[in-house]
T-cell receptor, first 114, second 117 residues
Framework: AQSVTQLDSHVSVSEGTPVLLRCNYS??????LFWYVQHPNKGLQLLLK??????LVKGINGFEAEFKKSETSFHLTKPSAHMSDAAEYFC????????????FGTGTSLTVIP | ETGVTQTPRHLVMGMTNKKSLKCEQH?????MYWYKQSAKKPLELMFV???????ENNSVPSRFSPECPNSSHLFLHLHTLQPEDSALYLC????????????????FGPGTRLTVL
């Protein structure tokens, strides 16, 4: 069965400090993994995705994530937080063995302190 | 964000009303999705259409009825809803290359905030 666990429901960082949002997944096959961001009253926007190419994936707005199969993790990082990064972040796994349905984590709310 | 549009953005309805949510995608995609987003819960996939054919239902109550007249438009017809159906309803689309959607990126609309009184 597929599942996604976002280990922190809320993360708070100071502006200019690093961001780490954690995600662990379970999948019976080589999954595709995504991070989406949702700003207030907006739809979900794709930050980055992993589809069995390079394990370090670079996304928009300076975000990147590293696929670690041995740890079944896909943590999202950014070297320096900006005020505009405050939003809800969702980790998603998609597995071709289950019809490629998207499985969403419960989300991590990121607060950036000035 | 203009790739996938949803109307209305906000909707308040009574339990006896009938209303419809509309989604339109301008990306030339073949697959479209309805999701329900409730507070503190993961997004729930409700329906998937690929090449205008419904491929996923996920045991959604019959008070939700989807319609996909063509690959660009998707509707969600609502009737006799319950207060627990209040949520943000998100539409998404993806490229899709067959009956079963691939792992292509899904592009989301801004959602319709539904409140059932």
């Amino acid at each position: 069965a597929q599942s996604v666990t976002q280990l922190d429901s809320h993360v708070s960082v100071s502006e200019g400090t690093p961001v780490l949002l954690r995600c662990n997944y379970s999948s019976s096959y080589s999954p595709s993994l995504f991070w989406y961001v949702q700003h207030p009253n907006k739809g979900l926007q794709l930050l980055l995705k992993y589809t069995s190419a390079a394990t370090l994936v670079k996304g928009i707005n300076g975000f990147e994530a590293e696929f670690k199969k041995s740890e079944t993790s896909f943590h999202l990082t950014k070297p320096s937080a900006h005020m505009s990064d405050a939003a809800e972040y969702f980790c998603v796994v998609s597995d071709p063995n289950t019809g490629n349905q998207f499985y969403f984590g419960t989300g991590t709310s990121l607060t950036v302190i000035p | 964000e203009t790739g996938v549009t949803q109307t209305p953005r906000h909707l308040v309805m009574g339990m006896t009303n009938k209303k419809s949510l509309k989604c339109e995608q301008h990306l030339g995609h073949n697959a479209m999705y309805w999701y329900k987003q409730s507070a503190k819960k993961p997004l729930e996939l409700m329906f998937v259409y690929s090449l205008e054919e419904r491929v996923e239902n996920n045991s959604v109550p019959s008070r939700f009825s989807p319609e996909c007249p063509n690959s660009s438009h998707l509707f969600l017809h609502l009737h006799t809803l319950q207060p627990e159906d209040s949520a943000l309803y998100l539409c998404a689309s993806s490229q899709g290359r067959g009956r079963i959607p691939s792992t292509d990126t899904q592009y989301f609309g801004p959602g319709t905030r539904l409140t059932v009184l």
